[in-house]
């Protein structure tokens, strides 16, 4: 019975000393390790020793020590069996059915917004957009679409995009470049972009982007409703809704959120 129990606090300390290797902090030392799990420094040293015997961690001419290759190996394995779609799948569908809206995937292709999942909402005022399925729309123009461009600077924007000025189609619609810049910034502010009756007046958008492992925009979420259903006063409780949402699905393909200080 206790070699048992010493097994199972041997795999607890090895996934704990594992999962202490983030985009923050790709190389550890066994003696910050043992600090920050405490678990004696001697232990430490020992399994990151057998870690790295196993491919599972690399130690640098300086001793320290980086994710190696069979983890990565393990990780690509993951995310070569889940494809984009069925790992967003569940969360759009409980993002529609927390907030009532219709939710939708888009991914970046050929300088459009192309919608490739939708569900419907719950609210008696939810829009069937099941017919949209496939179709492409301008990136200044819905919140889904800024969403894919959200890291991109005004140069890159400029290459992707037509030239100014871009067809209105309502008087909130971004005209520029230079617009849509400023339009950008606000939105990595706060984590979301926004359509506010730019495609159609009376509609509301929030989106959201997905990064990969890598922290690439890959695709990104959306919800859509209307005016009377997306108030100022609802609009924070949305946002925060459609991040964690974004989140959640980012993290499913292997990223790693940024963590306070």
């Known amino acids: 019975m206790a070699k048992v129990k010493y097994s199972i606090r041997a795999v607890e300390r090895v996934l704990k ?17 043992a600090e920050e799990t405490d678990i004696p420094s001697s232990t430490v040293f020992k399994l990151m020793n ?3 015997q196993e491919g599972f961690l690399e130690e640098n001419a300086s001793g320290r020590y980086c994710i190696g290759r069979e983890a990565f190996r393990l990780g690509n394995l993951y995310l070569s069996n889940k494809s984009l779609v069925d790992v967003v799948n569940p969360w759009l569908q409980e993002l529609a ?13 050929q300088g459009s917004s192309v919608t490739i999942l939708t569900r419907l909402g719950t609210s008696p005022l939810s829009l069937s957009r099941d017919r949209l399925i496939g179709e492409r729309s301008p990136l200044y123009l819905s919140a889904l679409g800024k969403a894919l461009v959200m890291d991109l600077g005004a140069d890159e924007l400029r290459q992707l995009l037509p030239p100014a000025p871009w067809p209105q189609l309502t008087p909130n619609s971004i005209a520029n470049v230079d617009q849509l810049v400023e339009n950008l910034s606000e939105a990595r502010e ?5 359509d506010d009756k730019e495609t159609s007046i009376g509609m509301r958008c929030v989106g959201c982007p997905i990064r990969d492992h890598r922290g690439r925009i890959v695709a990104a979420v959306s919800v859509s409703a209307t005016t009377i259903e997306v108030t100022d006063d609802s609009l924070p409780r949305i946002m925060e809704t459609v991040k964690e949402i974004a989140t959640n699905i980012s993290v499913d393909l292997g990223y790693q959120p940024e963590r306070p200080a």
């Open 50 to 52: 057998i870690l790295a």
């Open 190 to 194: 706060c984590g979301c972009t926004r």
């Open 17 to 33: 000393i594992l999962k202490g290797f983030s985009v923050d902090h790709p190389e550890r030392g066994y003696l910050e390790v």
């Open 97 to 109: 059915q927390r907030l009532g809206f219709t939710s939708s995937l888009g991914i970046l292709e």
